[in-house]
């Protein structure tokens, strides 16, 4: 188990430094012949022009799927309604990138209002399987999260089997 860690560790490690354009870091640290293909999945185009990709709603790279992040931009404007759509909206996504809510190592979550924490945990308790990922929960400056959405996530899970 211990081994297998590491190795995910050393494929996360190696995705970001690549992803950042650390090539010789990310070889160095994945031992690769050649760098890993990154592919994209549900791309958005932008408003202005739809011949131009403007995001993907997930990359896939070194053996990790990135899940941008999903937001609720509907009514009910309550916490535990918004967390739940984004939920089954990560969960989609993972599915669409051939990965699942279990293989999820870290998700990043962006509260409207830093008062919505308890209501957010308890829609999101339970979400990933007993091994829960690692979080990082924050709330969002004068604006907040883009949208009508009080929350928003990404995450950050092993792709494939």
Do not use: W
Not at 43 to 57: H, K
Not at 80 to 102: F, N, R, Y
Not at 143 to 155: I, Q
């Amino acid at each position: 188990m211990e081994k297998q860690r590491r190795s995910v560790l050393k494929k996360l490690l190696a995705s970001v430094a690549g992803i950042a354009g650390f090539s010789a870091a990310a070889n160095a640290a994945d031992n690769s012949p050649t760098e890993g293909e990154r592919t994209a999945g549900s791309i958005t185009y932008a408003e202005d022009d739809q011949q131009v990709p403007l995001f993907s709603g997930h990359v896939k790279y070194n053996g990790l799927v990135y899940i941008a992040g999903k937001g609720a931009h509907v009514a009910p404007f309550e916490i535990k309604a918004h967390t739940e759509i984004v939920l089954k909206e990560l969960e989609a996504e993972l599915i669409k990138a051939g990965s699942s809510m279990e293989k999820v190592l870290k998700v990043t979550v962006y509260l409207n209002d830093i008062a919505d924490y308890k209501g957010m945990n308890e829609v999101y308790k339970g979400r990933f399987g007993k091994n829960p990922p690692v979080r990082t929960t924050v709330a969002v400056a004068k604006g907040g999260v883009p949208g009508d959405s009080l929350v928003e996530m990404d995450c950050i899970a092993i792709a494939g089997s």
